[in-house]
């Protein structure tokens, strides 16, 4: 039987313990470089399975009964049953800003009141969509720039061969080959910005083997590689790497200028989610604005009604009047009590709300009292009942507003979220056309290897064998260098998957070009419309009033000759009180509808965040120069919301222009808040900043009429000639600043909740 060589059996025990010390030396350098670059390292967790972790959300998991509930419990709702006159309701006189501050203070999720969070709530728009986006590890920017990382790459590799050779004098052995080898590799690669590829290594390998024609038995070989590697047509270039990325596939493109598109589709987007929001709660807010002036209107005419009603049935048990005429009033009181039992608690049905006719929403809030406070408290994050009751105090506009028809639309088409969108889907269809040519191109890369090499007995040391020193030592002398250069040439023949990839993105390109097209022309429409919907409720707000002093003159009169003791029509009482009640709730619907087109406005030409002093954290920047400077243009010449019309400002006095301050600079609760908390991604914040107005209100003339001067004040104007009830088709004072205002409707709304 062969034996090994003589000394081999002693020099593999000394072998044997160095190359142990190196290897538990290697792996403290691996451990501590891993604990390096890692955040969370938990050996327990992956090399042991500990499934402790994923057994106690997997239990969660099939006992959902047992999650615990994050929300609180609310009081019990108030309802038409539990309304007690013992116990009137808590009011919170509330005004839109505060309203709209509380809502930021809450803007976690962007709320609907389509119920979207529970059909689809993958679909609800958070605050978290921008972060969401640039993490993303798949498109996000950091995924992008994650490609150009520098990668470090470490293998240990142990062998331990005993053979039987055929050919003795290949081998160089006695027909049995012993071999300890040992592989070590560190690499330290990068792609650069051009597509190519740079490479620094260190490899080392150590032999220990009985081969009688080896000049060492034990060996150390060690190398400094450097490789380069350079796309010269296909896959190279700053233009195609920064578009696609490096090592890109036809067709799929996500490069660092991709992910800088698409995060600012995702602000983009966001900040329409914020503009829906806003106007879903200036909606919510006038909705509730108008069930309490309806439920004021049923509340005084069932009061005239039970008046009339108890005035017929005394003079029916009198015989002075027929059981038909008791009959009729009673029908009348009862119908009015029907409209305001509705008036308070409300019917589930249509609301202001989003895209429900325009982008902004047309009023339809048409329900009452209660259900619209429900509405307005899940829109801006308050708890669904709290024992107060929400009271808007703030007023419709009602000074004509004018704005210049060719700023508007220069805003429109320029500020509007979903053109901007549109825009920068553009932008990247033409990125990704740039991107997709450059697969017409043959692959050509340039390569080039250099290295110096060592050899000894040792890997380092100053002792010399066989006249050669360690391994390292030999290295640093730079005697054994080598190096290597060439091309790699490929090509397709046809180019079929490059053309079709350009074909596609051509399409691509002309297809969102003409969806924006589109786009301009629908938002021209839609401002068209509102900007129309503007002058007719405002035209409706002038002409109700003058329908609602005529209604009340006419009641007055009939009432004051029957106070006298003249005979008149009941029927005719009857039908001019219904006429009176339905002329009020449609004189405060037409100045509800004038405050919403006025918001509808801005929403259209992309001004609403400004109209409501608010503006978006971390927004998206403008991706050019003309872009921004256009921006900044409209931004300059952004049309305020006007005060309130002051009467007495006099003969002359002009409509004041709007400053809308802030209320975080009045020191409520909301503007506190939210100048204490710290901006995030994506957050909302209340800003102080004033818009300055582009428009010119027209100047009102706000004399009043006779008739109108004797509704504010009975007693002084009770012989007030009629004739002056219609104001002058070019007098714009038809809309007083609080016409008709002859009870005190806060203090009708309490009678109303505490019932006959």
Not at 153 to 163: G, P, S
Request: charged share 25%; aromatic share 6%; proline share 5%.
């Amino acid at each position: 039987m062969n034996t090994p060589p003589t000394g081999w059996s002693d020099a593999a025990p000394q072998n044997r313990r160095r190359c142990l010390l190196r290897i538990a030396g290697l792996l403290s350098v691996s451990v501590a470089l891993v604990g390096a670059g890692c955040r969370n390292i938990n050996v327990v967790e992956t090399a042991l399975n500990d499934t402790e972790e994923v057994d106690q959300v997997m239990a969660r998991v099939d006992r959902p009964h047992d999650a615990p509930v994050l929300q609180e419990h609310p009081l019990a709702p108030v309802t038409l049953k539990t309304l007690s006159p013992d116990r009137p309701p808590e009011y919170w006189d509330i005004t839109l800003d505060h309203a709209v501050g509380i809502a930021m203070l809450n803007n976690e999720v962007l709320r609907d009141l389509g119920a979207t969070v529970l059909r689809a709530p993958d679909a609800v728009q958070t605050r978290y969509m921008k972060v969401l986006q640039e993490s993303d590890p798949r498109f996000g920017m950091e995924a992008a720039l994650s490609a150009f990382d520098a990668q470090l790459q470490a293998t240990a590799y142990f062998q331990d061969n005993n053979r039987v050779v055929n050919n003795t004098l290949l081998s160089g052995t006695n027909s049995i080959f012993l071999q300890d080898r040992h592989d070590y590799v560190a690499q330290l690669s990068k792609l650069t910005a051009t597509g190519g590829q740079m490479a620094v290594r260190h490899i080392t390998d150590y032999d220990h083997n009985n081969a009688v024609s080896n000049l060492l038995s034990t060996s150390w070989q060690t190398m400094f590689e450097g490789e380069l590697r350079q796309p010269l047509l296909q896959g190279g270039g700053l233009t195609f790497n920064r578009i696609a990325g490096p090592n890109a596939l036809p067709g799929v493109s996500n490069g660092i200028l991709i992910a800088k598109v698409n995060s600012d589709i995702t602000a983009v987007e966001f900040e329409r989610g914020v503009r829906d929001y806003v106007s879903d709660v200036v909606n919510a807010y006038w909705d509730l604005y108008f069930a309490y002036r309806d439920l004021d209107a049923k509340r005084t005419a069932l009061t005239r009604a039970r008046e009339t009603w108890q005035s017929y049935n005394a003079e029916q048990q009198q015989g002075r009047e027929t059981g038909a005429s008791e009959a009729l009033a009673r029908e009348q009181y009862f119908r009015f009590q029907s409209e305001l039992e509705d008036a308070i608690a409300g019917k589930v049905g249509q609301r202001s709300q989003a895209y429900n006719g325009v982008t902004g929403g047309v009023f339809r809030g048409v329900n009452g009292v209660q259900l619209a406070e429900r509405r307005l408290r899940l829109l801006i994050g308050l708890p669904v009942t709290d024992g107060r009751t929400l009271r808007p105090i703030d007023d419709p506009e009602q000074a004509p507003v004018v704005f210049d028809w060719n700023s508007i639309v220069d805003e429109s088409l320029r500020r509007r979220p979903e053109v901007r969108a549109q825009r920068l889907i553009v932008k990247r269809r033409e990125l990704e056309l740039l991107a997709a040519r450059n697969f017409l191109s043959p692959r050509l890369d340039a390569v080039a290897v250099y290295r110096v090499r060592g050899l000894g007995g040792d890997l380092a040391g100053s002792a010399e064998t066989a006249g050669l020193r360690s391994a390292y030592s030999e290295l640093g002398t730079f005697e054994h260098q080598e190096w290597a250069a060439g091309v790699e040439f490929s090509v397709p023949f046809g180019f079929r998957r490059g053309h079709a990839a350009v074909d596609n993105a051509e399409f691509m390109l002309a297809r969102d070009r003409a969806l924006l097209r589109e786009q301009e022309r629908q938002v021209l429409h839609d401002l068209t419309n509102t900007l129309a919907e503007v002058d007719r409720a405002y035209k409706q707000s002038e002409i109700n009033l003058n329908r609602y002093l005529a209604a009340q003159d006419a009641v007055d009169a009939l009432e004051a000759n029957r106070a006298e003791g003249l005979r008149i029509n009941l029927e005719q009482l009857l039908d001019i009180q219904r006429r009176l009640t339905e002329a009020q709730s449609r004189y405060y619907q037409s100045r509800v509808e004038y405050a919403v087109a006025l918001k509808n406005i801005h929403v259209e030409k992309g001004s609403v965040l400004e109209y409501a002093d608010l503006q978006v954290m971390d927004s998206m920047a403008p991706i050019t120069t003309a872009v921004d400077e256009a921006l900044e243009n409209a931004r300059n010449s952004l049309p305020a919301r006007p005060e309130q019309f002051d009467p007495a400002a006099g003969d002359d006095g002009d409509v004041a222009q709007a400053r809308h301050q802030s209320k975080a600079d009045g020191g409520d609760e909301a503007g506190t808040e939210s100048a204490k908390r710290p901006a995030t991604a994506g957050q909302i914040r209340v800003s102080s900043r004033q818009p300055t107005p582009a428009w010119q209100p027209e100047r009102a003339d706000t004399r009043q009429s006779p008739a109108f001067e004797a509704h504010l004040n009975p007693e002084a104007g009770r012989n007030a000639p009629t004739a002056d009830v219609a104001a002058p088709e070019s007098d714009p004072s038809a809309v007083p600043a609080e016409a008709a205002e002859d009870v005190d409707w806060r203090a009708t709304i309490r009678d109303a909740f505490e019932g006959d």
